[in-house]
């Protein structure tokens, strides 16, 4: 357990309030995982939490939560939710309903078994309490782990309208457990898929570094392809995925499949890689789709497009600009890549996001084959030879493509010293 989550629990209890460990941290403990989030529940208001601790901001309109900030880690404190009443007050001071059903405000508190009944899925409402160390059940959560099972707890349509993330959320569970989402939960979800489209782009951003970057991110695909929220989050290549098999199937696959393997052997990795390759196949069919259509030049096209790609998916999912930055960079080395005459191969290797573009040329070469597998080798093979062989490797490619004939340096003369 964290100790700076104990020091959370005993501070509230020793000052008359109850206090849980509450969700994936129980969860994990009990299937034998490393917690690594802590959140506590308590029946202190966030009020009462900020005047206990010094370093303590409260933060959220629609849920108003208190984080307890130390060092790097920050351990998440809400009060218990309650049920939403129907009089006009409540709804407009302490809670909101959009046209869809989604919650817009949630801030009306209640006992702890409200607030099993207002989680999630089962389970993750779980409590462990400080008190006497047990755990207290609500929901059936022990049994749907044991089962192997993700099911919301109510009504799975309301459930999902409240919140369309929890589409996104039982699909992550359900890859990163190894389980499966329940017959009644799962099947509203094709039909309410197209509610993601009232999340705003900035949430979802953070759901899709949950999503692909724990480690299970190919499982995790498939899962969201299978139930038509892929299409909403990336709706520029889920076209192109419609064919089993096609070119870019493979390359997303594979892109998932290098980037499981670097986390789970301790590797980083960027989103900003994993998005360059989402968003590739888009921009190379805008760029065809500009140069017939438009008369445009490829370099010109190819400019055109990536602005036009790139402002289409921050409109679904937020890319915050150091990632977007990078992405471009990518992209646009693909088509310098080729270009290895005299020193620009020298300069291309000093370049600081070379090994990102090299990568990315590399996963395309073993997808597309022919040419591109042909550049990417010689790259590779530029990388790993002294200096001399590199000037033998251009001198023959020089030869090979008919490349300009290297000019001869001239000899100038020093200037005499004067007298």
């Not at 098999?245 to 986390?263: A, C, M």
């Amino acid at each position: 357990m964290s100790e700076n989550a104990l020091k959370v629990l005993y501070r509230l209890h020793n000052n008359g309030y109850q206090a849980y460990l509450v969700g994936g941290c129980v969860r994990d403990a009990l299937l034998g995982k490393d917690p690594k989030d802590f959140d506590v529940t308590t029946d202190a208001t966030p009020e009462q939490i900020k005047g206990l601790f010094r370093n303590c901001r409260l933060i959220g309109r629609r849920f108003r939560l208190a984080h307890i900030v130390f060092g790097r880690e920050i351990i998440e404190v809400a009060t218990f939710r309650g049920h939403h009443e129907n009089s006009d007050k409540t709804e407009s001071k302490d809670s909101k309903h959009s046209d869809h059903g989604q919650l817009m405000r949630d801030n009306v508190f209640g006992s702890i078994e409200e607030d099993a009944q207002r989680r999630d899925f089962t389970i993750n409402a779980m409590y462990y309490n400080i008190a006497d160390y047990s755990i207290s059940d609500f929901a059936g959560g022990m049994q749907a782990i044991k089962n192997k099972e993700i099911a919301l707890i109510g009504d799975p349509e309301t459930r999902y309208r409240e919140d369309p993330v929890r589409m996104l959320r039982a699909v992550r569970f359900a890859a990163k457990l190894d389980m499966h989402i329940s017959a009644t939960s799962a099947e509203p979800i094709k039909r309410l898929a197209p509610l993601m489209a009232n999340i705003p782009p900035a949430r979802l951003f953070e759901e899709i570094l949950k999503l692909l970057l724990s480690g299970q991110g190919l499982a995790t695909y498939k899962l969201l392809t299978e139930f038509h929220l892929f299409e909403q989050l990336f709706p520029q290549l889920a076209p192109l995925l419609l064919q089993a098999g096609s070119r870019e199937n493979q390359f997303v696959e594979q892109v998932l499949t290098n980037t499981d393997n670097r986390i789970n052997t301790g590797q980083r990795v960027t989103p900003a890689f994993i998005f360059a390759a989402f968003m590739w196949y888009p921009l190379e069919e805008r760029c065809q789709q500009l140069m017939v259509e438009g008369g445009l030049n490829h370099f010109d096209g190819f400019n055109l497009a990536l602005n036009d790609v790139m402002h289409r998916q921050i409109q679904r999912i937020m890319i915050p600009k150091r990632f977007s930055s990078t992405i471009r960079e990518i992209w646009q080395l693909q088509n310098r890549l080729p270009r290895r005459y005299g020193r620009r191969a020298y300069q291309m290797l000093e370049h600081p996001k070379f090994r990102a573009a090299y990568d990315f040329l590399l996963l395309r070469g073993q997808i597309e084959g022919g040419q591109l597998l042909e550049l990417a080798q010689w790259w590779t093979d530029f990388q790993e030879v002294d200096d001399s062989q590199r000037k033998t490797m251009l001198e023959e490619l020089r030869k090979q493509e008919g490349g300009p004939a290297r000019r001869p340096r001239r000899n100038r003369k020093k200037p005499k010293p004067k007298a």
